[in-house]
């Protein structure tokens, strides 16, 4: 299957400041295939940037199905105990940034986020048959300053798909909670929260 290249380069979406505040602090029945594009030793302990595309030619997700997706990555998160610092959730995919901890792995986390949604949203929908592609995008992130610029590029999405005009509009990303700061920190979604961490203020300091 073809690859779906993100754009390099994206402006990082605020400054770095030495009290900088981020997000951080099986298969069933055969339903879908999980296969990450990544070839990799390294599983799990990073952060992963994802990236995750509707099949076609399945009809285009709103809100009832936002409102189950976003849950059902809730509820696997409390049962795995990943992290996650980012998302957002668009009509035909989704983008999010995990922190899968030893021995959990990045696999594991997208196989039983995108079967889950996939049971919950067919039943939604009175369907049947795969939602998600099987192949999925994920990209281990190396420094801080492409931590951000992946931030930015997720929390852009809908503003370049032309849903909204500002980021913070659209009410199915973590936009809004990037929007406090440490003393007086955004209100999390009602739904879907981000964990938070301080990453190093150097950009180009590893993680």
Request: glycine fraction near 4%; include cysteine.
């Amino acid at each position: 299957m073809p690859e779906h290249p993100l754009p390099e380069g994206e402006p990082v979406a605020q400054s770095l400041a030495v009290q900088r505040l981020c997000g951080f602090s099986s298969p069933s029945r055969g339903i879908i295939i999980h296969v990450s594009r990544l070839r990799r030793l390294v599983l799990s302990d990073r952060f992963f940037f994802v990236t995750c595309r509707l099949l076609p030619p399945r009809r285009l997700l709103g809100e009832a199905e936002f409102g189950c997706h976003a849950r059902v990555i809730a509820q696997r998160r409390a049962e795995h105990g990943f992290l996650l610092t980012a998302w957002v959730l668009l009509p035909d995919h989704w983008h999010a940034i995990f922190i899968p901890k030893f021995p959990l792995t990045i696999a594991r986390v997208m196989e039983s986020i995108k079967v889950s949604s996939t049971h919950r949203i067919n039943a939604g929908w009175r369907e049947s048959g795969i939602l998600w592609q099987p192949r999925y995008f994920d990209r281990a992130l190396r420094t801080v300053k492409e931590y951000y610029e992946k931030v930015d590029y997720i929390h852009q999405n809908p503003v370049r798909a032309g849903l909204v005009e500002r980021a913070e509009e659209w009410p199915w990303s973590s936009a809004r909670e990037y929007s406090g700061t440490l003393r007086a920190p955004a209100s999390a979604h009602p739904i879907l929260r981000i964990d938070r961490v301080l990453l190093p203020a150097d950009e180009h300091a590893c993680i």
